[in-house]
């Protein structure tokens, strides 16, 4: 029997500091071991728990593509309380990280190939969307889906995540992209404005398409009715959540909502799914 | 399955063979409690109890256990358990609830190979109940004082003597072993004594309903009512012979770490709580409905079943008498009206 508990060991191979505020990093993590690099096969959506040694465990998902075999990115929020990702804001390269995964389910992938993909971001919580956009646009995916289009903000110009790749991505003809910030500076020459607004002037059509939104809350809150008064059914418009977790495999009893454990049922969920829930966000 | 008897003199007997051949446990004094303990000599085992004030749960699921180590360079071979346990006493209520753990540590999906190995590795050896407590409430919740889920042989108290039926194959094995020590018999008269022992619970209490009744109620001012005196001390949890939920911590060794899964508690604040500060399990009312609606909820809609077996140590033990029967009476009876936000 696989003890479920153990993760498998990597290696920091590169830290990429993404903000203004510094709180947030994106760990480059290289397998350790050859065979247990080619045993971790995961999908758009899924997280990992990562493990400082001797510190403790937290759950993060995935921010690389799966068509990156050779390593792993994880973009972390340090939080003034959280152990965890403290310690690991105060690793260095070639520190080693223990990595539990892949856990949870997916993004839909089978149900938007043939369809126009939106994706909804907001602040850190990106990670995924960018995972699942990567994929996308590799040269072997890409014709499986249609028109892709983004809508990602953040606060200031300063927090959007991801900055060189988001400036690849609008040289592109393969994804429109509309990024926005609520409060530019003297150097800002692109949008203003929260991202509902944006969504509301984009207005992506809900014919054959799927919406996946990634946000804050309160973004989530506010971007629901345009996405709704744009025509998108609760089916099709998908997000995933964040609890708080310990065991990733839906035994330890901690980061359910109802009856649905957000580690194993989720995190992804759809918006119809998240409506027959109790509210206990 | 055939069915035997062993006449109470010759259980000492009996056990000290048992304790030849396996490690053995059961209901025992431990400073004034009964707790179902290792048995080092065969007179510390106590078959006169009502039930024990702690349950067999930590024998599955030990308060800490390692769950791997990592000596600074690589990680350790796991340490699963190899002791072949008989357990020997363990009331119905209690050996219902192990089925029920099943359900939780032992899926298609996920397996628990420290919880799956002590589970292969015991036999359970159940003591049915003719002397079930005020405090009891096993039929309410779909269990039986002369039950048998979850165990492996089933006996009897019919003054003089134990009577003996094998509930599985493994359990069958076990009274092959030691029939020297059973005087065959074709069926004991196990209806009447369960009848009685099924008439001494006076619990008046239908629960049929209680999953609609819960899903209706999630969003009441009945669970601020219910929970007014409830001091969130988890104490219930830590005695519920089906409450489960655990932590995981790091503790360092002398050149690595190692990781030790705790039992832990859905009615402590910290439970849920974020790094970033947020719990969606803020106030204690909350925190009693999860423990409520893990039980009788969510439970029944993964698993088909509610994961309360009716031992009543929550009842005995609470600090400050809050009834769980009458919090579910209470549940029930609320109006169905749906608290504004």
Redesign the interface.
């Known amino acids: 029997?696989?003890?479920?508990?153990?993760p498998i060991l990597t290696k920091i191979e590169k830290v990429t500091v993404e903000n203004e505020a510094k709180d947030l990093k994106t760990f480059q993590l290289v397998f350790c071991n050859e065979e247990e690099a080619n045993d971790f096969r995961f999908q758009c959506g899924q997280f990992a728990e990562l493990?400082v040694?001797?510190?403790?465990?937290?759950p993060i998902g995935i921010a690389s593509s799966p068509m990156d075999k050779a390593f792993l990115e994880f973009t972390v929020k340090r939080?003034p309380?959280?152990?965890?990702?403290n310690a690991l804001h105060n690793c260095r390269l070639g520190d080693k990280i223990g990595v539990r995964g892949p856990l949870g389910n997916s993004f839909p992938m089978e149900k938007m190939e043939g369809k126009n993909v939106v994706f909804v971001g907001g602040g850190f919580a990106f990670t995924t969307l960018r995972s699942t956009i990567k994929y996308m646009l590799h040269e072997d995916n890409r014709s499986k889906f249609g028109n892709l289009t983004l809508v990602y903000g953040a606060r200031s110009p300063g927090e959007l995540l991801y900055k060189e790749q988001l400036k690849e991505w609008e040289a592109l003809n393969d994804i429109e992209t509309h990024i926005t910030v609520d409060k530019g500076d003297e150097n800002w020459k692109g949008k203003e404005g929260f991202v509902p607004a944006v969504l509301d002037q984009v207005a992506p059509s809900p014919n054959n398409a799927v919406v996946l939104v990634c946000g804050p809350p309160i973004m989530l809150k506010f971007t629901l009715p345009v996405l709704t008064k744009l025509g998108f059914g609760s089916g099709e418009i998908v997000t995933s959540l964040?609890?708080?977790m310990?065991?990733g495999?839906?035994?330890?009893?901690?980061?359910?909502?109802?009856?649905k454990y957000v580690c194993?049922d989720g995190p992804v969920f759809t918006f119809e799914q998240l409506q027959a829930l109790?509210?206990?966000? | 399955m055939a069915e035997s008897k062993i006449d109470k003199n010759k259980i000492p007997e009996l056990l000290k063979a048992v304790s030849a051949d396996y490690t053995l446990y059961g209901p025992k004094d431990e400073a004034g409690i009964v707790a179902m303990g290792r048995i080092n000599s065969v007179e510390e085992l106590m078959l006169d109890y009502r039930n024990s004030t702690i349950s067999a749960k930590e024998l599955f699921l030990p308060r800490a256990e390692v769950v791997y180590e990592f000596d600074g360079q690589k990680f350790v071979d796991d340490k699963l358990s190899d002791e072949k346990r008989v357990i020997f006493g363990m009331r119905p209520c209690d050996c219902r609830a192990l089925a029920l753990l099943d359900r939780n540590f032992d899926t298609d999906q996920v397996k628990d190979p420290f919880y799956i190995t002590r589970r292969q590795n015991t036999i359970v050896v159940a003591l049915a109940c003719n002397q079930p407590a005020s405090s009891c409430f096993c039929t309410v919740t779909g269990g039986d004082p002369f039950g048998q889920e979850g165990a492996d042989v089933l006996l009897g108290d019919i003054g003089d003597s134990l009577l003996a039926k094998a509930v599985t194959p493994k359990g069958k094995d076990f009274l092959a072993s030691y029939s020297k020590f059973f005087l065959r018999q074709g069926s004991g008269n196990w209806d009447k004594q369960a009848k009685e022992a099924r008439n001494k619970i006076k619990t008046e209490l239908n629960i049929e309903n209680i999953k609609s009744c819960l899903d209706d109620r999630f969003e009441n001012d009945v669970w601020k009512t219910v929970s007014l005196k409830c001091l969130g001390c988890g104490a219930c949890s830590y005695l519920c012979p089906t409450c489960y939920c655990f932590d995981l911590v790091d503790e360092k060794t002398s050149t690595g770490v190692k990781k030790v899964r705790t039992w832990d508690c859905c009615m402590f604040p910290l439970f849920t709580k974020h790094a970033s500060g947020h719990n969606p399990r803020d106030v204690n009312s909350a925190r009693l409905r999860q423990k409520i609606m893990h039980k009788f909820s969510y439970y029944m809609e993964r698993y088909g079943v509610n994961g309360c077996v009716g031992c009543g140590r929550c009842v005995r033990r609470c600090p400050v008498n809050l009834d769980i029967r009458g919090v579910l009476e209470q549940l029930m009876a609320a109006p169905n009206i749906a608290t504004e936000k």
């Open positions: 029997m696989k003890n479920p508990y153990r493990t040694l001797g510190v403790g465990e937290c939080y309380d959280g152990l965890v990702t964040e609890m708080r310990k065991c495999i839906g035994l330890c009893g901690r980061c359910n909502i109802g009856s194993r109790p509210a206990e966000m």
